[in-house]
């Protein structure tokens, strides 16, 4: 073998074994920062699914408020309760927390408060008692408690109990079932330690702190009571003929007897500052900055001004609903209703109405 046959083959294993060392080298060195970026992000660059229009927004962290509501650190505004008892009223067609806005309409869905830039259908559940806390989305479809996460994802069962009304506040959901004469009960956010509230049964009922406003539908004289959220301390409220208590900034309204030309009654809740107002034919109502909005049975939206009591005509709804209204709910300063046919209407500040497209 020639001399440079040898020094050539020497060259050659000197290079493979260079070769080598720098493999096993760059091998063993850990990932650098924008490895670990890439590998991080690799989620957020995932398309979404067909049937969903996401809002570039990152979702409220796990936290506590209501439309009285704190921040956390990530300056995300998250509800102590999950609704408002006026929008419960109206079936809670629709809830807010912070800058998203969740409503059922051909199943449940998520969008920006403006509802302009798209939506996310969650599931197809037709959802009645929309509360939202944190990243839970508590509702009933068909009279059955459910729960599912804000971002979509495996509802919850929590109760075998036929839920009729509920409003769901910190740690509990408070209810009243069908399955036990309407009843109130309170279960904690998993569906565990059932306990009973009341044993008048009711068929709604208003949240205030840790009082819970209710008439029993079993008592003749039409009384409102409260009672601690705990069960205790029932106290008579209102002594007289009325029905559905409703707790708003402060004052509880509530209805007066039908032979009493159903009148609508605003008052302090220690008793003091008591108002009338004379509306002969409500269907829904709402509040909302010092004013009354109610539709008359003939699908007809009146705006009255609490302090003097004028009213105009805000709206003809029966223009644009085809069937009956079924709720009228406030979002922020936005007010909505929904018709029998599950068409959700929005009703701008000028009169005007536009329909929501999802």
């Known amino acids: ?17 260079l070769c080598v060392s720098s493999y096993l080298f760059f091998k063993s060195k850990p990932s650098n920062e924008n490895d670990t970026i890439c590998k991080t992000n690799t989620k957020s660059s995932e398309k ?12 409220p962290s796990n936290g506590q408020t209501s439309s009285t509501g704190s921040s956390n650190s990530s300056n995300t505004t998250i509800n102590t309760v999950g609704n408002t008892n006026i929008n419960l ?35 197809f559940d037709n959802a009645d008692n929309i509360n939202v806390i944190g990243k839970w989305i508590y509702y009933t479809c068909r009279n059955t408690l459910f729960k599912v996460p804000t971002e979509g994802g495996t509802k919850i069962k929590l109760s075998e109990d036929k839920v009729y ?20 009960f309170k279960i904690n956010l998993d569906g565990k330690n059932k306990i009973e509230v009341s044993g008048d049964p009711c068929e709604s009922f208003s949240l205030y702190k840790d009082w819970i406003y209710y008439c029993p539908s079993n008592d003749p004289t039409g009384k409102i009571y409260k009672i601690k959220t705990d069960g205790t301390n029932k106290t008579e409220v209102v002594n007289s003929k009325c029905f559905t208590p409703i ?13 009493d030309d159903n009148k609508l009654v605003r008052m302090k809740l220690d008793g003091s500052d008591k108002k ?20 008359d049975h003939n699908s007809k939206l009146y705006k009255m001004n609490i302090d003097n009591n004028k009213q105009e005509l805000f709206v003809d709804l029966s223009k644009y609903a085809f069937t009956a209204i079924a709720s009228l709910n406030f979002i922020n300063d ?14 701008n500040e ?7 497209k999802n």
């Open 247 to 259: 707790i708003d900034n402060d004052y509880l309204y509530y209805i007066t007897n039908p032979m």
């Open 1 to 17: 073998m020639s001399k440079k046959t040898i020094i050539s083959i020497g060259s050659s294993a000197l290079i493979l074994i």
């Open 48 to 59: 979404p699914s067909a049937n969903t229009s996401t809002p570039a927004s990152s979702e």
């Open 350 to 356: 000028d009169g005007t109405v536009e329909k929501i």
């Open 276 to 295: 009338e107002f004379n509306i002969s034919s409500l269907s829904h109502y709402v509040f909302h900055k010092n004013y009354l909005y109610y539709i």
């Open 165 to 184: 009304k509920m409003i769901v506040s910190r740690e509990s959901i408070y209810y009243t079932t069908d399955s036990l004469n309407n009843k109130i």
């Open 334 to 347: 936005d007010l909505f209703f929904l018709s029998n046919n599950t068409d959700i209407f929005k009703i």
């Open 89 to 123: 009223l109206n079936h809670g067609a629709l809830a807010q927390q912070d800058k998203w806005v969740f409503y059922s309409y051909n199943g449940l869905c998520k969008s920006m408060l403006d509802m302009k830039f798209g939506f996310k259908r969650l599931n």
